[in-house]
Nanobody, 126 residues
Framework: VQLQASGGGLVHVGESLTLSCVASGRTFSSYVMGWFRQAPGKEREFVAAISRSGGNTYYADSVKGRFTISRDNAKNTVYLQMDSLKPEDTAVYYC????????????????????WGKGTQVTVSS
């Protein structure tokens, strides 16, 4: 599986941005998908995850209520809608796929993800 994330950019505080991640291959619906982010000097952290069908989602506390993860299995794409952006959301955002995680009931660890896309930079200016 190859993943390609896009949609990052420079926005101001309070604005919105939508990230997309397109997967290659025919087995996209077999993977649980997640978004992670990494700010300069910090470890990569979990942001959001979505089940294979899209029926279950989980969010980090820091983004809950502001970010929405969704997926379109017909388009092999997972999205991250980011609203009310804050300066602390500034990071490189990565999408990732896992066949080892089978349910979405808690945060994902980066070690549990099997495929990663190249990141897309999100910068929130105050």
């Amino acid at each position: 599986v190859q993943l390609q994330a896009s949609g990052g950019g420079l926005v101001h505080v309070g604005e919105s941005l939508t990230l997309s991640c397109v997967a290659s291959g025919r087995t996209f619906s077999s993977y649980v998908m997640g978004w992670f982010r990494q700010a300069p000097g910090k470890e990569r952290e979990f942001v959001a995850a979505i089940s294979r069908s899209g029926g279950n989602t989980y969010y980090a506390d820091s983004v809950k209520g502001r970010f929405t993860i969704s997926r379109d299995n017909a388009k092999n794409t997972v999205y991250l809608q980011m609203d009310s952006l804050k300066p602390e959301d500034t990071a490189v955002y990565y999408c990732a796929a896992s066949f080892r995680y089978t349910v979405v009931t808690g945060p994902f660890h980066p070690f549990g993800m099997d495929y990663w896309g190249k990141g897309t930079q999100v910068t929130v200016s105050s």
